[in-house]
């Protein structure tokens, strides 16, 4: 192995939890995932006793003390986990043991068998997205170059015109196609140039907030709940303001629409460990919440919601979230929804790394 790459940063970037106990069920060991999936850090995990964190389990505990006593290699799929905290899970276990020094250790592999469903849908969410956007922007392009030839002719026609009242047609040629490229502009999302540099993320969510709050025609009341030790991670401030403000604002427009709620919007952030973006493990990103209390996403839109034209509104340009996916995308994260009556969740998650994202 190479020096530069050490054991216990292997273990770290692994996506499966890995845990050692002692004969007594103590843990000694819990890489990253571990610590995630237990949801507590290094110091609440080593030295206690791996029954404490788990409330109720399908684990074959007979088989387990079989694998500490005798060494049988045990597997078991779909594992279901209830934790004490009230989380439940389903997850494949490998357990095998080790010696060490004669003292007995138990090796526990856990891989979230959600995380992995989780991320073949997303996958393929992600693939017919972008194939639905690449088709929209190919129509696009399409439309607008005839688009500007069909202006042209109309306004050298209106000058060879030999009365005004005629003029009145090429008007609604020249007013007609200006209307279809407007739409068609928007169908290919901003055009912004890409100006990358090192920032804080919470001060383009503040900027959000500060665009929200200025509007008067609402009081919806906006709570901040944001991780100070985030570091500055690399950003296009405006592509990153957009994307947070098109989801922002789809809140503010459900919430308005929903009076009998008092409306709330909550932006949370924090640091989140090993997350996994369209099949690249980060070990280390920001995770933005946006959280209203609102009546939820339309049952029938969830499975398109990022598409491009689709809305439930009625002057909605259904373009808010597929622009918001788009710009996400540059800074190589991605975005996720939960929702159901009375509260929904978007979350994003960027990565932190020293890297360049446009290298
Ligand atoms: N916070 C939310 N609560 C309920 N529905 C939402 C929320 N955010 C988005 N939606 C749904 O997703 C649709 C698509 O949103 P978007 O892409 O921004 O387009 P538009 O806002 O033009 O409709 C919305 O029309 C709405 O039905
Ligand atoms: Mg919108």
């Known amino acids: 192995m190479s ?43 080593i030295g206690y006793s791996f029954n404490q964190f788990i409330a109720s389990s399908s684990l074959d ?15 078991d799929g779909e594992v279901t986990f209830k934790f004490t905290d009230g989380r439940h899970t389903q997850a494949d276990v490998s357990v095998t043991r080790m010696l060490e020094d004669q003292n007995k ?55 060879q015109l030999p009365s005004e009242e005629l003029q009145e ?33 919470h001060k383009v969510l503040e900027k959000v907030c500060t665009l929200v709050q200025l509007d008067p025609s609402h009081n919806i009341l906006i709570t901040r709940d944001y991780d100070p030790s985030i570091p500055d991670i690399y950003l296009d401030q405006d592509m990153l303001q957009q994307a947070t403000l098109n989801i922002v604002r789809n809140s503010v427009q459900v919430l308005s629409d929903n009076r009998e709620i008092a409306g709330e919007i909550t932006i949370v952030t924090r640091i989140e460990r090993q997350v996994i973006i369209h099949g690249a493990s980060f070990p280390l990103c920001v995770k933005i919440q946006i959280i209203d209390n609102g009546p939820g996403i339309p049952s029938e839109l969830k499975n398109t919601l990022f598409y491009p034209m689709v809305t439930s509104k009625k002057e909605g340009s259904g373009l808010g979230l597929s622009i918001s996916q788009t710009l996400i995308g540059h800074h190589r994260g991605k975005i996720e929804v939960d929702s159901w009556p009375g509260r929904t969740e978007f979350t994003l998650y960027l990565p932190i790394d020293k890297k360049d994202p446009q290298k």
Not at 21 to 43: C, G, P, T
Not at 61 to 75: A, D, I, K
């Open 3 to 45: 020096e530069s790459v050490t054991t216990e940063n292997l273990l770290d970037n692994l996506s499966t939890a890995v845990l050692v106990l002692d004969d007594n069920m103590i843990l000694q060991y819990a890489n990253h995932a571990a610590q995630a999936v237990f949801e507590r850090s290094l110091n609440l995990l």
């Open 61 to 75: 505990f007979v088989r387990f003390q079989n694998s500490m006593q005798h060494g049988e290699v045990y597997s």
């Open 105 to 159: 250790r138990l090796l526990l592999e856990i891989r979230l068998v959600e995380q992995q469903k989780k991320i073949s849908q997303e996958n393929h969410q992600w693939a017919q997205q972008q194939a639905a956007r690449e088709l929209v922007r190919g129509l696009a392009h399409e439309i607008k170059n005839p688009l500007g030839g069909i202006r042209g002719a109309a306004q050298l026609l209106a000058k």
């Open 169 to 201: 047609f090429t008007q609604v040629i020249i007013e007609q196609s200006d209307r279809l490229t407007n739409l068609v502009d928007r169908l290919l999302g901003p055009n912004l140039r890409p100006n990358f540099d090192w920032q804080n993320i």
